[in-house]
Structures are given as structure tokens and as C-alpha cells.
């Protein structure tokens, strides 16, 4: 383990540095209904003791998805603790499986239930030296003994500011706890803990029958570092944390009380964090909260443009390009867990009736695609949408193949051509129970890649992709970098009919979870909701028809 730390060359540009143009996000007003729970804080204090001071930052934070992060139904195995639970997985390695339908004891601290909380980022902590996490070999739940981070007893509040330097005054002496200044609290370091994760499967061999790889479930830290944000200074923190927009002092005294000095007023951080993770099993108010902060922090990032030809003709096909461009995120789009999610093209194609000539990306009554994971595909395949864009990862798995595509690494080299895609590129996949090769045996299915590289294919080949974190080897990713483009093409038959003008629509669409994911969530409901909807960008073109 090693003291939290940021690096010199970043240093400056953290001290008093402004907010990135590049970064489209701004922080949502709102209230936040009042969750506080009972403070029983140990050595470490639970968000409603900090809520005495700073009442306005613990709203913001009770709302977001940190602080629902241990109450997730479908986090529940021990390993997913050391990011979900960070403080009740320290103090008890069971915590979110021995309290998944159980309050945890008056004997833990609160914020051992409060998820992602205040002391996990503002109490002094360790961080781990970037390495994979190790399973332990017990079976069916997972256990790690490897944490992504140590809260230490809470004797400072430690922020970005307070140095002392320049125009940083350092902080105002008062009664309830010392206070510090830490730079690497604005450092993309500290975010990496969770958001990096690599899975060493190897004490897990006579489980799953075998040498097993180290699997890179989660690259969003390498993604940005990839990126060309770091140069411009532009952290997680600049997105997912926006400056508010008025200087504010960090605290007010409670009701009745005073402060020896008033705090000065600093710049700061909303406490919503807002990303596409969202408590999408719950109702209410901080739903909708976190819904519009998802929102705006999705307003802009990518750039639609259509390429059509000056007019259509009837009774041909006209050829559209659509390009999809990451202008303001970070990091590939869709990250994370990225294939946990669905985020897609729609395109549609209508004559000036109104009537469609042409359709991909289109959701059912049942809100799926009309993919391999579709109920009504996997009975016709011939309803499957060969143009379908779909810029979900996959997580994919090849006993038979294992051996021969491990590395020295013990990572696993999926070759592109075993990898089998519709006519837009989009990876077409088995699953444990289904075999795609009827879907794969339709005249249009190839192994195309998103080059363009051709070959006709109709066997499913070597790959079967999984939802079990526990059997994935390997992620294919399929999103788009930070400032990199992408595009498909959809090719329209113009038919004798068509009345002109033509009207083109689409839309990038994401939902946080997929469809097939939501599907099989029985711990939610016996016909689980399919989670929000967002559209990210949309683009509109008309088109003449050429009369003859």
C-alpha cells in the first residue's frame, strides 16, 4: 500500500486551476430528499455528522449514485465490497454478502453502510499500488482479500484546498475536527482505485477446471490516460465533479454555534457525481434527481453527421454514412463495465407520408433490440437487424481456444477473425444457452469488421459471451476512444412509391444497463423494468427524390 499522492507535473495545474471548456458537463440544482442515516461513527463518521456543517455537499452526495452503491441488489458477492461497501468491507471482509437483506450491527460505523462516502475521499486513506485483484479460491462467492483502498481513523478532513499558498488560505481552526490540504484529492489517482480493475482468475483453476487469465474488466482510468485529457489537465473530477459556479465557504455552523473565524469562500465541487450509473431498482425522487444529472452530463459529448447523396432516385438504394464522433468524454464511450451496457444507433428513413422505408435500431413492445439477446430473434432469426449498430463490449469466453490465445501475461488476445459481426460491425455472439449460428447462417452475416474487411461466415465460432463476471477470459471493446470516430452504413431501397421529400432521423441511445441484463435480474422483480432510456445526440437531413 502506499500514501495517497499525486505527481509533480500535475501539481500545479491543480492548485487554483479553472474548470476545462472540454468537459460539456455543469453542475444540477435540486434538493435531494433527506436519507441521513444515524451517525455512529467510530473512527469513522457517517454522513450525517458531516451534514452539521456541510448540510448543502451531503445533500448533493445522498442523492448520487456513491452513496447508493452498498444497497445495489445485484451487488452482493464479497468482492464487490471493496469499491461498493469501501469502509464496511475493511472492517468486515463479508459485509456485502453477510448484509445483503440485513442492516449491518449498531457495532459497525455507519459509514460502513453509506457506500462511497464522505471519509472514503476526505479521510486520510492508502491507496493500492496499481495491481490486479486476486480471488481467493472459494466457490460460488467470490472473496478478494485484496482492497482497493484503506480508510484510516478519521483525525483530518482533508480537501483540495487549504495550503497555505498564494491566494489558498489555509483553514480556519474550529472544534469539530483539524482540517488539511491534499492536492490528490483532485487527482485522477484516486478514482482509479475503482475504476481500473483487473481480475487475476488464477487461484480459481480447480474451480474452472484449468489455467485461468487475468481478465481487464474495467479500463476507464487507461482509457482517459490514453486520451489526450490528461495534457489539458482535465480530470474525472473536472467532469464528474463541475465547479459550482459563486465561491462558497466549505462549511456553516449549525444552528446556534459559530465558527472562531468564518471560513473564507472557495471554489466548489458538485457532490452528485453524476455518470450513467443510476439506483435504476428504486423510485422516487433521487432517481429523477440523478437522471437529469445524467443528463446534462450527456449533452453534447458526441457528434452525429450524415452523409447522403444530393438525391434519392426511385427505385434504387440510397447509401447513408453515419459518423459518430467522442467529442467530450474522456474515456471510450460507452466504459466501465461497458458490456453491462447498450448504447446504439436508431435510424430511420420515412417518405413525406410518413411512411418508413427503412428502420435499424428500432427497441420492441418489450424495449429489446433486435439482437441475439431478443426473445422473438431467438425463435425467427430472420427478425434479427443486420444493420444494427451496437457499440456495446462484449465479455466473452473460449475454453477451447484458451490455451492457444493466453499471452505471457496471462491475458487473453481475442483474434479479430473469430470474432463474428453483423454488416455493421457489431459482434454477433453464442451465449451458454443459445447457439447464434442460425442468426449467423442468413445470407447477410459476415465477419465484416468496422474497416469494412469482408468474408462471408455461418458458423458461430469459438466464442460464447457471459454476464458472470466469474467465467469471463476476456473483454472485447467496442466503443469509442476519447476524440476518435466512428461510423456505419445503412443502405435505403428507395421503392416506385416513395413520395418525396425523404426524411433521415437518428439517434445514439444508452441505457445503462442492457436489456439482456435487466432480463435476468430476478432479484428485482419477476419482470424487471428495463432501466432509462437517454438520448445522447440526435441528427435530422431531407432529401429530394430526382424525378425522371
Known amino acids: 500500500m502506499r500514501a495517497r499522492w499525486v505527481p509533480a507535473a500535475i501539481l500545479a495545474s491543480l492548485l487554483g486551476a479553472a474548470p476545462i471548456a472540454a468537459c460539456r458537463s455543469t453542475p444540477i440544482e435540486g434538493p435531494a430528499p433527506d436519507r441521513r442515516p444515524e451517525a455512529s461513527s467510530g473512527g469513522f463518521p457517517g454522513a450525517a455528522e458531516c451534514a452539521d456543517c456541510h448540510a448543502d455537499i451531503v445533500a448533493e452526495w445522498q442523492s448520487s449514485a456513491h452513496a447508493f452503491s452498498a444497497e445495489n441488489p445485484l451487488i452482493h458477492a464479497p468482492v464487490c465490497g471493496r469499491c461498493h461497501a469501501p469502509v464496511g468491507t475493511m472492517l468486515d471482509p463479508e459485509f456485502m454478502y453477510r448484509y445483503a437483506e440485513a442492516p449491518p450491527p449498531a457495532s459497525l460505523p455507519a459509514a460502513a453502510a453509506e457506500g462511497v462516502s464522505c471519509v472514503v475521499c476526505h479521510a486520510p486513506i492508502e491507496l493500492a499500488d496499481p495491481q490486479p485483484l486476486h480471488f481467493e479460491p472459494e466457490w460460488p462467492n467470490w472473496r478478494t482479500s485484496d482492497l482497493a483502498l484503506r480508510v484510516l481513523d478519521f483525525d483530518r478532513a482533508l480537501g483540495p484546498f487549504g495550503s497555505g499558498l498564494g491566494d489558498d488560505a489555509p483553514p480556519v481552526h474550529q472544534d469539530y475536527h483539524a482540517s488539511g490540504f491534499e492536492p490528490g484529492i483532485q487527482s485522477a489517482e484516486l478514482c482509479r482505485s475503482c475504476h481500473e480493475l483487473v481480475v487475476d482468475k488464477g487461484p480459481l483453476e480447480a474451480q474452472l477446471g484449468g489455467p485461468q487469465p487475468r481478465v481487464t474488466l474495467d479500463r476507464t482510468y487507461a482509457e482517459w490516460a490514453a486520451s489526450a485529457y490528461p495534457a489539458r489537465g482535465t480530470t ?102 461497458a458490456f453491462w451496457r447498450e448504447l446504439w444507433l436508431e435510424l ?121 463476471l466469474r467465467y469471463g477470459e476476456a473483454v472485447i471493446a467496442n466503443g469509442i476512444p476519447a476524440g476518435e470516430t466512428r461510423q456505419a452504413r445503412y443502405p435505403v431501397p428507395v421503392d416506385a412509391d416513395a413520395v418525396g421529400p425523404l426524411r433521415v432521423s437518428a439517434r445514439l441511445l444508452l441505457r445503462p444497463l442492457s436489456r439482456s441484463m435487466t432480463s435476468q435480474q430476478e432479484e428485482l422483480a419477476a419482470s424487471p423494468p428495463p432501466g432509462p432510456t437517454y438520448t445522447i445526440e440526435s441528427a435530422e437531413a431531407s432529401i429530394p427524390i430526382a424525378e425522371r
Not at 308 to 326: H, K, W, Y
Not at 363 to 379: G, K, S, T
Not at 448 to 455: E, Q
Open 236 to 337: 474525472c473530477q473536472t467532469c464528474h465533479m463541475p465547479r459550482r459556479p459563486a465561491l462558497e465557504p466549505a462549511a456553516v455552523a449549525p444552528p446556534g454555534q459559530a465558527f472562531d473565524a468564518p471560513p473564507p469562500p472557495r471554489p466548489r465541487s458538485d457532490h452528485g457525481f453524476p455518470g450513467v450509473h443510476g439506483s435504476y431498482w428504486r423510485e422516487g425522487p433521487e432517481l429523477a434527481l440523478q437522471q437529469r444529472r445524467v443528463t446534462a452530463l450527456l449533452d453534447g459529448i458526441v457528434s452525429i453527421e450524415l452523409e447522403l447523396a444530393p438525391a434519392a432516385a426511385r427505385g434504387e438504394t440510397l447509401e447513408i454514412v453515419a459518423r459518430l464522433r467522442n467529442e467530450g468524454v474522456g474515456h471510450d464511450l460507452p466504459s466501465g463495465y
Open 348 to 468: 430511420r428513413v420515412e417518405d413525406a407520408t410518413g411512411r418508413l422505408l427503412f428502420g435499424s435500431g428500432a427497441l420492441d413492445a418489450d424495449a429489446f433490440l433486435m439482437d441475439e439477446y431478443n426473445p422473438a430473434v431467438r425463435q425467427d432469426p430472420r427478425r434479427y437487424d443486420p444493420y444494427l449498430w451496437s457499440l456495446r463490449a462484449r465479455m466473452v469466453r473460449s475454453p477451447k481456444m484458451l490455451a492457444a490465445w493466453i499471452d505471457e501475461d496471462r491475458q487473453v488476445q481475442v483474434p479479430d477473425e473469430a470474432i463474428r459481426r453483423n454488416l455493421n460491425g457489431t459482434p454477433i455472439l453464442s451465449t451458454a444457452d443459445f447457439d447464434a449460428s442460425p442468426i449467423l447462417a442468413q445470407a447477410w452475416a459476415t465477419d465484416r469488421g468496422p474497416d469494412g474487411s469482408a468474408g462471408s461466415t455461418r458458423d458461430a465460432g469459438p466464442l460464447e459471451e457471459v454476464y458472470t
